[in-house]
């Protein structure tokens, strides 16, 4: 009788555990599709929304060779990207293993957003749900174990809405049009092989390094100072990312490889190492 107790409170506990995880999973997961409804929703019509060669007249010279050899004159602007990626990442530089990770990835131009939503395998099974994102001039991020449990959550921080904004404007090569003035953002001149990209959303403004090659493609970013969270602090420190595997897609020239990494005295260490398996674009109308 007594091991007959003891089976039915071990299938009453496993019971209760499920339930615990299917209840937190269908929580977190609308917190995600409300946010990226909220995202969509702060979408703004554009100034512009056609691509105009002549208009690249009096940018730095190998921006607009990287507009000409990445897009097409005349073609619509980006109104919204959906992406699959797959990777690794570590949580921190001084971190010795990687993660592997799978994640979509919604981006409104018009709004100036993004939201990054990756599963991250872990030890025994379990995995680590990241929601990053930047909208309405807000950064935020949110960890949950298993999907369902929240183990990490914060929002709106100066520094937080800093960085996202970095990342934002670093990873535009994947959806070109959002780099033109027309699209806010301002060009100078550094060499012929580099130009500074700057972006300003609300209070919050960041400037960005791109580097290209002789082809017209951008190989590189760079900023001597991301805000970053380093030992429960914000620091700012200088953080590179460099792309590759450039294809076609929608009629544009997007890379389908990309790394990113901190600085720490003096030595790059990447932190993030992804591909994109799938991208899909619609335009203005």
């Keep these: 009788m007594t091991a ?30 409300q946010m990226a409804t909220d995202l969509l929703g702060g979408a703004t019509q ?10 690249l007249t009096d940018l730095p010279p190998p921006v607009a060779r990287y507009f ?17 990626q797959s990777g690794v ?26 939201l990054w939503n990756a599963k991250i395998e872990m030890p025994l099974g379990t995995h680590v749900r990241v929601l990053d994102s930047y909208s309405s001039g807000v950064g935020s991020g949110r960890a949950s174990l298993l999907s369902a449990f929240a183990i990490a959550s914060e929002t709106g921080v100066p520094e937080l809405n800093s ?9 535009a090569v ?10 806010g953002v301002s060009w100078s001149s550094i060499d012929d092989f580099s130009a500074l990209a700057t972006l300003a959303d609300g209070s919050t403004t960041v400037s960005l390094e791109f580097r290209f090659n002789d082809v017209g493609e951008v190989t590189g970013i760079y900023s001597d100072g ?60």
């Design 4 to 33: 007959k107790w003891i089976l039915i409170a071990i299938g009453v506990v496993s019971v209760a555990a499920v339930a615990s995880v299917l209840i937190g999973q269908a929580s977190e997961r609308s917190k995600a599709e």
């Design 89 to 114: 990442l570590r949580t921190s530089t001084a971190a010795t293993s990687w993660s592997s990770f799978n994640a979509s990835q919604v981006v409104v131009p018009p709004a100036t957003g993004f």
């Design 46 to 55: 554009p100034r512009n929304t056609v691509v105009s060669f002549d208009a």
């Design 226 to 285: 991301r805000f970053g969270r380093f030992d429960g602090t914000y620091r700012r420190v200088p953080w590179e990312g460099r792309f590759r595997d450039y294809q076609t897609h929608a009629g544009m020239r997007v890379p389908f490889y990309g790394e990113v990494g901190w600085y720490d005295g003096g030595v790059l260490l990447w932190v993030w190492k992804g591909d994109i398996i799938k991208v899909q674009y619609e335009f203005e109308p």
């Design 174 to 183: 994947w959806f070109p049009t959002a780099l033109l003035p027309q699209s």
């Design 163 to 171: 960085g996202a904004l970095h990342r934002y404007l670093a990873e």
């Design 68 to 84: 000409r050899h990445v897009l097409v004159d005349g073609q619509q602007v980006i109104h919204l990207v959906r992406m699959q």
